[in-house]
């Protein structure tokens, strides 16, 4: 009788594992850090460093899907290499490892590019979750960041800095409902009475502000906002 194989890995690459480069100043931290990963069989630590610039100069190296960084690191931080390594690999997936449970570390990380925050000290109950949610794409915050971020957004509303039921102009609206809805450009323009030049100028408006990339995440909002059924 011939022994079952395992499943593949899932990773970024069918069945290669998702690549990770694990910078954090403290040799014991990235020890254990590393444990919680290379137990998975779709995470792999392919890369440790030092510091934040030694983390950039493996990135330029090694060929990795995932860093994962510690905010507080010297000769350059977890902030600051997160975003020369956004710079440096636009598709490489960020996450923020840090023992600070704080609001500031937290905002500052999502303007550097990361895509999740993780607390030190439930790394082993959240960080491959937090990996995989990374490669999905789809961000990852502890309870407490949550709390945080609608905090924040209330009170950007209630300062006047953030009308959530304005984000969109009313013919903005009406050009997504329509580009959601599966019509071209010209359908669109036809059936607004506004040229093709004008739709398409509205759509790149509309990508811009809601920070989007394509046809499908504009549907996938327009479901969200009532625009469209789903």
Known sequence: MTDTPPPPATGTAGSRPIRILLADDHALVRRGVRLILDQEPDLQVVAEAGDGAEAIELARTHDIDLAVLDIAMPRLTGL???RELTALKPGLRILMLTMHDNE????????AGAGGYVLKSVADQDLVAACRAAMRNEPFLYPGAVTALIR????RVRHGEENPDQILTPR???VLKLVAEGHSSQQIADLLF???KTVQRHRANLL???GLRDRLELTRYAIRAGLIEP
């Open 152 to 155: 924040h957004y209330l009170d």
């Open 194 to 196: 506004i040229s093709v």
């Open 208 to 210: 811009h502000k809601l």
């Open 104 to 111: 500031q570390y937290f905002f500052q990380a999502l303007k």
């Open 80 to 82: 600051q290499s997160a």
């Open 172 to 174: 903005e609206e009406e």
